[in-house]
């Protein structure tokens, strides 16, 4: 099996998503940073050996994987997290406002019952409570922002890689539903703070990666604009 990636820096890359692993998968990122790494979220959990074949031909031993960050609770994003960790070992990154929903593996908050699927439940070992907190990776750091409105505890996380400022925001587009429990008064406020983050590169969840401040910017802003009814 040959693995596939998406270089986006010299030490980050899109490892899993739709046309590398699965295509109900949200994206999957890898962060190597002088031979330690983590990954952004997990996917569905349908092609974890696919996923990890992707991690080595992206140059990180999966075995260096040391942090899962998870940007918020849902299944496209977090139905792999256990069977990654019982890969890995990596310690589990979640905001308390959404860990609660991985713990008790709630199938609709966690939009598992969307997928027909099961949640399996995953405990954070790190769980985020502040509006930002900043995470270190061997001697680098990572901002996680809380950003709630798509979910009570999305995460955009913010690091600097070449040279650049890059945030991986998940869900930018949403979507807004009472069974996820999203709040649009949130939501918009949460917009405007990742505009603010001003980042260089964008990594979403569901439309990929988007590079220049001025086209990320342009991203993030359309969804102001939008009527979420």
């Known amino acids: 099996m040959k693995g596939r990636f998406r270089k986006i820096t010299g030490e980050i890359f899109q490892v899993g998503g739709s046309g590398l692993t699965a295509a109900e998968d949200a994206a999957v990122y890898l962060l190597g940073f002088d031979g330690r790494g983590a990954l952004v979220d997990a996917g569905c ?8 074949e992707n991690i080595r031909a992206a140059g990180v031993d999966p075995s260096a ?7 918020h609770c849902h299944f496209d994003h977090t139905g792999g997290a256990a069977e990654i960790c019982r890969r890995l070992d990596a310690a589990v990154v979640a905001h308390r406002l959404d860990a609660v929903y ?42 996680a922002v809380h950003v709630p409105g798509h979910s009570p505890g999305s995460v955009v996380y913010l690091t600097e890689s070449d040279g650049q400022r890059v945030l991986f925001a998940q869900d930018v587009h949403g979507p807004l539903h009472p069974d996820l429990r999203s709040n649009e008064a949130d939501y918009r ?5 990742m505009l603010a983050l ?16 001025a086209a990320a910017a342009d991203f993030i802003r359309q969804f102001l604009g939008r009527s979420t009814e």
Not at 189 to 193: A, E, I, Q
Not at 198 to 213: Q, S
């Open 45 to 52: 959990g349908g092609s974890v050996e696919v996923l990890l």
């Open 65 to 71: 994987i040391e942090l899962l960050l998870i940007t």
């Open 102 to 143: 991985l713990e008790t593996a709630n199938p609709v908050v966690t939009a598992a019952a969307w997928y027909g699927e099961k949640m399996a439940k995953v405990v954070a070992d790190r769980t985020l409570s502040g509006k930002k907190e900043t995470i270190r990776l061997s001697g680098r750091d990572i901002v």
């Open 189 to 193: 406020r949460s917009l405007k703070k």
């Open 198 to 213: 001003a980042p260089d590169i964008l990594c979403e969840g569901h439309y990929g990666v988007i590079r220049g401040k």
